[in-house]
């Protein structure tokens, strides 16, 4: 298990600091139906990651992802596919990042955050922690090296759990903050998304670029041994 976790700690960090999601929650805790609808983006979220992880359990668990307790050729090519990809999105969001001290642009559906109803707010959840590509690719990341230790199912199933839970710190931060300071909590919040959407860019790239490191890094030593 302790193997498992090293691998997928920087991984769920990753997810947990994605600025998106935070931003998000933060709009829809400013709304009259801001606590339902923050718990509900929370449990879309953690249903979204769990059923990718699961999913990538699964198959990898069919396909041998570790052999004779050394991880699989093909988990470590993949590993270095995410990279790359992650390593291309990295420069996407460099190339695209705001210039001359611009504000950065949130998503234009984030308007419309005022009218969500708790079921839409779910499936936000789950489209930014499943859908996301790059939240996509490290949950992908993360399943597979949860898989290539050999840990059993049970402990397999514990590591994804705590994968979850860490990478779901981020977006429940700002519900963590609203629902424990109430009415004190407007300006907290409001800096912390202020804060987040001018560092989008950066968070993004840096994040992009040092899980793009170690998951080439693995996939390199992998295949060398």
């Given at each position: 298990?302790g193997q498992?976790?090293g691998?997928i ?19 829809m805790?400013s709304?009259?139906d801001?606590a ?5 983006f ?9 059923v990718v992880g699961a999913?990538?359990l ?11 307790g050394?991880p ?13 990809l ?9 190339r ?5 001290g ?11 955050v005022d009218r969500f109803?708790a079921?839409?707010s ?8 499943a ?16 898989a290539?230790?050999g ?9 994804l759990a705590?994968?979850?839970a860490i990478?779901?710190?981020g977006p429940?931060?700002p519900?963590g903050i ?7 909590s ?5 800096g912390l998304?202020e804060w987040?959407?001018a560092h989008?860019a ?9 899980i ?5 890094g693995?996939a ?6």
């Amino acid at each position: 298990m302790g193997q498992a976790i090293g691998q997928i700690l920087p991984l769920a960090i990753g997810v947990a600091l994605s600025p998106v999601p935070i931003v998000a929650v933060v709009l829809m805790l400013s709304t009259p139906d801001g606590a339902s609808n923050g718990r509900a983006f929370l449990l879309g979220w953690v249903v979204g990651l769990s059923v990718v992880g699961a999913i990538v359990l699964l198959v990898s668990s069919g396909a041998d992802a570790s052999q004779q307790g050394a991880p699989a050729d093909w988990v470590s090519w993949l590993k270095l596919i995410l990279g790359l990809l992650l390593l291309e999105a990295a420069v996407r969001r460099w190339r695209s990042r705001p210039r001359d001290g611009r504000p950065a642009e949130l998503p234009k559906w984030m308007q419309t955050v005022d009218r969500f109803t708790a079921g839409r707010s779910a499936a936000m959840g789950v489209a930014l922690a499943a859908i996301n590509p790059k939240n996509l690719l490290l949950t992908v990341g993360a399943a597979a090296a949860i898989a290539q230790t050999g840990l059993a199912a049970g402990g397999q199933v514990g590591a994804l759990a705590i994968f979850v839970a860490i990478a779901t710190l981020g977006p429940a931060l700002p519900v963590g903050i609203h629902l424990t300071m109430r009415e004190r909590s407007e300006r907290a919040l409001a800096g912390l998304q202020e804060w987040m959407a001018a560092h989008n860019a950066a968070i993004m790239i840096v994040i992009c670029l040092v899980i793009a490191a170690k998951l080439i890094g693995d996939a390199i030593a992998g295949l060398s041994a």
